[in-house]
C-alpha cells in the first residue's frame, strides 16, 4: 500500500518541479522580449527572441500602451489537461525613445 502512494507522490513532486520551470521559462522569455520591444527591435524580432526562451508551446503577445511595452508570454503546463495551471508572466518595459524626452 505504502508503494503506490510513494510512486504517486513522486510524480506530483516531478510534475510540480516540470510546472516551476515552466513558469521560470515564461518570466525570463517576457523580461527578454520587453527588453527587445523597448529597444525598437521588429515585431518578428521580438516575438522570436521570448518564443527562444519560452515553453515549447507557448502563445507571445506584444502590446504598446503609451510609453509602456507589454510582452505576455503564457503557455500550457506540462502534464494531462485535467491538471490546470495558469503559466504566464507580462513583463512592461518603457521605450528607450521616449527616456529623456520629456524634460
Same mark, same amino acid.
Given at each position: 500500500?505504502?508503494?503506490?502512494?510513494?510512486?504517486?507522490?513522486?510524480?506530483?513532486?516531478?510534475?510540480?518541479?516540470?510546472?516551476?520551470?515552466?513558469?521560470?521559462?515564461?518570466?525570463? $522569455? @517576457?523580461?527578454?522580449?520587453?527588453?527587445? #520591444?523597448?529597444?525598437? =527591435?521588429?515585431?518578428?524580432?521580438? /516575438? &522570436?527572441? *521570448?518564443?527562444?526562451?519560452?515553453?515549447?508551446?507557448?502563445?507571445?503577445?506584444?502590446?504598446?500602451?503609451?510609453?509602456?511595452?507589454?510582452?505576455?508570454? $503564457? @503557455?500550457?503546463?506540462?502534464?494531462?489537461? #485535467?491538471?490546470?495551471? =495558469?503559466?504566464?508572466?507580462?513583463? /512592461? &518595459?518603457? *521605450?528607450?525613445?521616449?527616456?529623456?524626452?520629456?524634460?
Amino acid at each position: 500500500m505504502a508503494l503506490p502512494v510513494l510512486v504517486l507522490f513522486a510524480m506530483a513532486l516531478v510534475w510540480a518541479l516540470l510546472a516551476a520551470c515552466a513558469q521560470i521559462q515564461c518570466v525570463d $522569455a @517576457a523580461r527578454a522580449g520587453a527588453r527587445a #520591444a523597448a529597444r525598437q =527591435d521588429p515585431p518578428g524580432a521580438i /516575438v &522570436a527572441m *521570448a518564443r527562444r526562451l519560452a515553453p515549447d508551446g507557448a502563445r507571445v503577445t506584444v502590446s504598446r500602451e503609451g510609453d509602456l511595452v507589454h510582452v505576455m508570454v $503564457a @503557455a500550457n503546463p506540462p502534464g494531462p489537461d #485535467a491538471l490546470s495551471l =495558469d503559466l504566464s508572466h507580462e513583463a /512592461v &518595459a518603457l *521605450a528607450e525613445e521616449t527616456v529623456g524626452a520629456r524634460g
